[in-house]
Structure formats: structure tokens, C-alpha cells
């Protein structure tokens, strides 16, 4: 069974561009390659697992569509800040199917396709550089009503004066704050979604 498909047959199994298949594996999310001739290819299993990915999004907000619940996707390319996140906030018992994207590239797929209640930036590993893309997915005109929101450890050395955050994004420091800022957000998501059922 061959094991390895092109980079036409992945758009094609994922329902997406060529071009975003490109960038899916230049940013990592697909494992890929060339050969010697300059053809691209790329590992079925990864397309597969990524397909899985973004089927399991698309279930979680569906079950997610009744009044009580919200959708939050957390950027955090890192496996540990993953398994933290999800840890702690499943803790904290909120109504509200949680989501993850390893990279920003996905990110835009996925806010783009599915437009989720909340979506959280980690930044104390991600780094600097995403927070372009916080200034692209502010692009969206269809998502005004999308809570973003920037986590990054501030230590005594460091501060966010150099940091040229979008008005629209929340910058927050600790748990704490990250507890309060969603409470809000879930709060505000079922007061809307109530108000929509009843019109």
C-alpha cells in the first residue's frame, strides 16, 4: 500500500487549496518532502491524522451548538503547554468544548472554516512572530465577535511595553486572569446564544 501521496491528491483528501496543503507542510503540521526531481511529498498518515483533526473540531462544535456551550481553540505548538491547558481548564469545569492547533498557519485554517467562540495565543512558547497572525485573523470581518486573547508568563526581567498587541486582543499574565477572562467569555457566549434561540 503506497504510504506517501502528492500534494493534489492530499488537497484533494483534505478538501482544501494546493496552496494550503504547501503551507500546511512548510509550516510543519504536514510531514512532507521533495524528491530528487522537486516533487513534493507528503505522508498519508499525516493526512489522515490531520483530517482526523479537523473532523473532531467540527464534532466538538456541534456538539457545542446548544445554548450552554462555547468553543475554545488554543494555539500552543508545544506538546507540554498543550497537556497544561487542556488540564487546567478542563478543571475548571466551563461549558465549552476545547480545541488545539500546533501552529498558526492551522490556526487561520481552522478559525476560518469553523469560527470558534474563543481562541487563545500561547506565547510564552510560540514566540513573538504570531503575533502577526493575530493581526491577520483581525482581518476577518466575520469574526467581530470572536474573543482572542494573548497568554505569556511575564518574568521581572521582561514586560510587554515592546509588545504591539491589536486593541481587540487581551493580553493575560497568569491563571488567574485566564480563569476570569473565560468565565466571562462562556457567560457572554450563552447569554447570545439564548437570545438566539428565542428570536
Known amino acids: 500500500m503506497n504510504q506517501e501521496c502528492t500534494t493534489r491528491n492530499a488537497a484533494k483528501i483534505l478538501g482544501i487549496s494546493v496552496t494550503s496543503v504547501q503551507k500546511l507542510v512548510e509550516s510543519g503540521t504536514l510531514a512532507g518532502w521533495k524528491t530528487k526531481g522537486g516533487h513534493r ?13 479537523r473532523s473532531t473540531l467540527e464534532s466538538s462544535l456541534a456538539s457545542g451548538s446548544g445554548p450552554s456551550s462555547s468553543t475554545i481553540l488554543v494555539l500552543a505548538n508545544n506538546v507540554e503547554r498543550r497537556e497544561f491547558y487542556s488540564h487546567l481548564i478542563e478543571s475548571w469545569d466551563f461549558s465549552a468544548a476545547l480545541v488545539f ?5 492551522d490556526a487561520l485554517i481552522q478559525i476560518a472554516l469553523h469560527k470558534p467562540d474563543i481562541f487563545l495565543a500561547d506565547m510564552t512558547i510560540a514566540g513573538v512572530e504570531n503575533f502577526q497572525l493575530l493581526k491577520a485573523i483581525l ?33 493575560l499574565r497568569n491563571n488567574d486572569e485566564l480563569r476570569g477572562y473565560l468565565s466571562a467569555c462562556c457567560a457572554k457566549q450563552i447569554r447570545l446564544k439564548k437570545v438566539a434561540n428565542n428570536e
Open 101 to 105: 492547533c500546533k501552529t498558526g498557519y
Open 41 to 53: 511529498r507528503i505522508l498519508l498518515s499525516a493526512v489522515d491524522a490531520y483530517k482526523l483533526s
Open 139 to 171: 482581518t476577518y470581518p466575520d469574526l467581530s465577535n470572536m474573543h482572542m486573547a494573548v497568554l505569556r508568563e511575564i518574568s521581572q526581567e521582561s514586560n510587554n511595553n515592546d509588545i504591539d498587541l491589536p486593541e481587540e486582543v487581551v493580553f
